[in-house]
Nanobody
Framework: QVQLQESGPGLVKPSQTLSLTCTVS??????????WSWLRQPPGKGLEWMGA???????YYSPSLKSRTSISRDTSKNQFSLQLRSVTPEDTAVYYC?????????WGQGTQVTVSS
């Protein structure tokens, strides 16, 4: 059973960089599954796919967020990470990591990130 856990600050100031890490257990991010995604859900809005990293280390991004987003991984820790630059209050959301690219089978529990001064 694959398990994912998001971690990172719950409060980020405007214009700063939001950084989150997803720790994966029960499966390797380099061999068992091909894609690992970040998604978010702002309050009162739908789920938004932000981007993904493949088991080979290639990253793909939502066009609307591409200029501000980076996804990377640490294979020694079986983790992948999200960085979102120049955040505004509109980036306030519950952020999720998940296994998959367009269909997601395993999910983290989600972490609330608030952008506020």
């Amino acid at each position: 059973q694959v398990q994912l856990q998001e971690s990172g600050p719950g409060l980020v100031k405007p214009s700063q960089t939001l950084s989150l890490t997803c720790t994966v257990s029960g499966g390797s991010i380099t061999t068992n599954y091909p894609n690992w995604s970040w998604l978010r859900q702002p309050p009162g809005k739908g789920l938004e796919w932000m981007g993904a990293i493949t088991s080979e280390g290639s990253a793909y991004y939502s066009p609307s967020l591409k200029s501000r987003t980076s996804i990377s991984r640490d294979t020694s820790k079986n983790q992948f990470s999200l960085q979102l630059r120049s955040v505004t209050p509109e980036d306030t959301a519950v952020y999720y990591c998940a296994e998959g690219f367009s269909i997601w089978t395993y999910w983290g529990q989600g972490t609330q990130v608030t952008v506020s001064s």
